[in-house]
């Protein structure tokens, strides 16, 4: 075991040869430490137990299923294709290995490492949280704080800056598995407008390949592509294809046949390409770890990014694996061999779960491997690194292309690392009111692990959704970086304008309230990436107490919101507990009223027209006119409402929105100061902003008195 | 069509010519009547759209899944063996189709068919509740009155009597599929004892039974099985075997070679007995249409009752099929031709999903046939009496058997009409909170449809339970009649001792509580039952306003209590809606410590080694002394809890707790009135329960003053 400390204190231990995965991007400092973990190396496995202090709390975890407070679940960090997110699922997608155990004492742990983790915290014992490692060579890092805030903040700044799509990438997008052509995506596209619902883009799925072969466009159904491309862009829409991971193995496919000469593929034991099958059939998959074949994969991205795309989603890099050719083999073999037999129970159940669990089973990956380093290395061994370094070989790729042009992309499998090439969507979801739940739940947790553009499938991906859940979801998700509708073939459509007209205005008023607050929500995230913050925060991150630590369905955004939608069907409203005085505004409302809630527990009455969030004291809110896409955004006339007790501030952050010249100080700032002065206010407005010429402001006290000042 | 009329009011119209299937038992009336429901038929069908007026509310349906008001939800009536509880499943093992719609005027429905029914209400279209009949003969009753809780105690007399079980059945017992011989029962029994946690009895999976056949015992495991059930009779311990529906098709097995002497199974297209497959092989179902038929398989009880049984669980019984034999060759054969081929997707897809959908097809309910008064019916046309007709049959049995002592009998597959023949345990549900949450939401609805003698399998049945869940699960069930904790072979074992020390400790002292209660619980349930009013209410039924009507987490017991249970992870405390004042009771506290609860919304604590429940006003709860068993329940010490305001009243109801002498009369009443004056109170009891010695009673009052009174 060697040890070393970083700027920041965070202190690390190395025990082996760890594989390097970059995930932590400050550089480490060799020094004796004392303290570490207690761990037991047992047959090859790590193992790590913490005793835990009655009211101990855990953060973190990321991508999981599961509450705010991670207590009481089992975890697995070993990358997968879950498409049922049932509560005891215990993995998912991600790998995101970063949690906060926070009581009398709070520290934060980091493990990394790239292949399998189990966690048990406090599951079968209360008392305990258990740690397997799947291997003895790895770094754990401690972080302390005098809070859980503090400690994820210096996580953050170790981990390095999330990646900054552009403010596009803010704007409604709709998406669903089945727009089988050319049409149906324009037909889309033309409804959105006819029923003046703001849409900045249309995600495409598997739909527009050629025979689910990445870097293809179907001649059938996306003939002329570009200019198709080309004249939905001149109305300010964008189009954001989809890629997998693997790579069809067709003889004259020139992805194929380019990886097969460049020596790209992972290998089987025998040194040949491996074979799977996903949705092309035959596949093979590219070596990300190979450093050549980051670049090469990347460079592909050209053949769409000629044609005018400037955003992807890099899915089913678990990677995904339906079967191998073997395992199914085997299944069918089995089958036949019970042909006009009498079978038992047990046979029967062994004969139908041969095909029942043929996809990604754990078995596969250890058959393909990877070149690190000119070594031979397992994809189990490094498992949970593929979607990461194949969303950074596209962003290498994209950055090389698109040069100092930001690009939208998102993964859908990830480890903390890949935070700064990408962000995520939380993967199949489906149309339940549980799932609406569960979002709010992981958003915080994202955060946590560097996630910052994220979004979970707006009215869910599986099953069929309803304009009731849809219009609830959209009250949480118009607050999200990603906002994505996206639905599954074979499910109803979900569009807003779907279901009844009372849906439809319901949530075109709802999108439009998106396009209003983007000028906040934006700020909000760069201010979070730029300043290692988080953007959404559990309510416990800033106030104290038991009632604080239980409430696991509402959020903090930024400093100035507090969010609590409504997800259960069939209500008016709901119980919001208030952790201090806020303001409540109904911002759909037509005279957008507001209501000074006092410290406590209210029921506060949220119907499905209207927008509620809640201002924190001394706190402002900028927002401006509701716009069809973000390219028209038009800050002139800067509104804002500020609930202010004493003196409230904001600091509204603005760039061009579309280039990286931010880090060199090209941005904009509007400082925004209220204090109250007797029966009046000072206002003081400290802005390089030049696109805001005018600033409304509706000032509203502790007593719900409401001024109105003009600058 | 035609018109009848029941004697409490009930409107009903007949169509076409339904089958009869003794779900209503109150004579009907010819009677013109113009109201009625507007159909639309159309190929076979029949339509009903019915209206919603903005906040109507949707009660009953019963067994299914989804919260206490059913807006907004799809629902079928096909009684189907579903593992997977997840939310947005439309059918499980039930079929009631009652329902009241509920907000300026309301009333209540029922549909009298035995096929399948599909309810959309108000899913896809928010303002209309669509139902589609799968045929066009059935009956419609329409029940009308000035609130839900009057149409559903209408509704409970025209459908009769609810079974009643003895009061052992109060007990608490334990479960598992996976308690394999003699030897693991005897030690579940030990265990219990020698922790001092109550135990009622052990219920018997499949395990019991030599391969999987009805009214066999394993030789092997269960030796000496009739000496096995009275040494533990001794100590007081019932056993309570399962038994399933399919017989199996065995030449020798004394059931099988009744059953085919007899003319008892269903037959195929072609007349000979129809074959299936499900636990035990291939199996025939008994055709429990037919009158002789279910004389003679509840005389099959016989050999079970002979070796001292006097409790059953009928399972399996929608009735649940694994295969037809035909359908797994076709998946064999396609398997085989798809060998060596390189498959696309869809050819794979179409493989797996083969096998993946092997069970319960819709289409083997067609493959087979009862005979029904000489005609012949195939078993689709009444596919929801299956459960209901083969329970009637034990009921029948079993009567006869035991003549005049009451049994013990759960169903899982059920339609409305069983319930007073048995009643029914929810099915296979998850060791999820999410399930726990189901548990609380399930209650009254069963209730509305007849259902008393109902309970979830408390700790879930699938998936690994852990000791904070169970404790919490029993904070509910508790109150259940059918108490009981059930797992499922190859999950994590759940008995109360397999924790740590705080949970045994806990949920030994929820168990105690339970029996404690149980002279409340028993008195709740007989009053409900013979009364025709609910055990387990919505606060809606009994309060009024938005708040009560979103209440979905709370529940009325009785006229006395009000249930809130925690059913979320990490909690300390929930919020509870106080729809009037109430008196918070800390059941398992040392010092039983009591508050007021003023009208609204309250945080209150509520931790795991606590039992909390709130009297309502002017409301009295009795218990007695926790015993190991209902046979050593001591009513010798009565114990009051009464919270006064001005009168308190309550009706103890008893009975000897195992014949039915109680329909002659032959029952206990204890009437107890305390009444305020001035600074002391005035106590009436009337008593004719000679069990009853000592009453000791605790009176609080709105300020929470403490009196103690003995009599």
Redesign the interface.
Known sequence: MKTYELNNGTKVFKYGHPIETGAIVQSKIEKELKEELDILFEKGHAKISIKFLP?D?VYGFGGNLG?I?R???LYESYCTDEP?H???KTKLYSAHNFFIISGKETKGYFIDFPSRIKYDVG?????YFNIEIYGEDFYTYIIEGKDAKEVSEKFLEIIGRSYIPPKWAFGYFQSRWGYEDKGKVRKVYETFRKNDIPLEGIFLDLDYMEN?KDFTISEERFSGFEDFVEDLKKDGLYLVPIIDAGVKAEEGYHVYEEGIAGDHFCKNEAGDPYEA?V????VHFPDFMKEDTQLWFGSKYKILTDCGIEGFWNDMNEPAI??EQKA??E???Y??E???K????FS?FK??D???N?ANKDSYYKNFYHEIDGKTVSNDEVHNLYGYYMTKSANLGLSKLLKNKRFLLISRASSIGMHRYGGIWTGDN?????HLEQNIKILPSLNLCGFFNIGGDTGGFG??C???LLTRWLQLSIFTPLLRNHSAIGS?NQEPYV??K??LKNTRNLIKARYSLIPYIYSEYMKAVNNYTLMFKPLSFEFKG??VE?V?DQLLLGDQLMLAPVY??????R?VYFPEDMLEVSFLDRDMATTVRKKG???VEYGLEDLKFFIRKNSIIPYVKPSKNVKELDLTDLQLIAYVDDEAFYKLYDDDGKSYDFIEGKSYLTNIKIAKKAEDYKINIDNNNPYIKNINIKIIDSNNNIIHKEI
């Open positions: 009211n709390m509450g407070n207590r009481g679940r049922l049932i509560e005891d599951y079968y014992n209360e008392n689910f099958v949705w092309p059939g035959k339906f079967y199914l083999d299944a069918i073999q089958a036949h019970q042909k006009d009498n079978l038992d129970v029967y004969l139908k041969n095909f029942t043929l489906s149309s339940w009111w549980s099953g069929n309803n304009g009731e109803n279901f009844s009372e849906v038991t009632l239980e696991e259960r069907s069939n209500q008016r409203g119980y527990i209210h029921y």
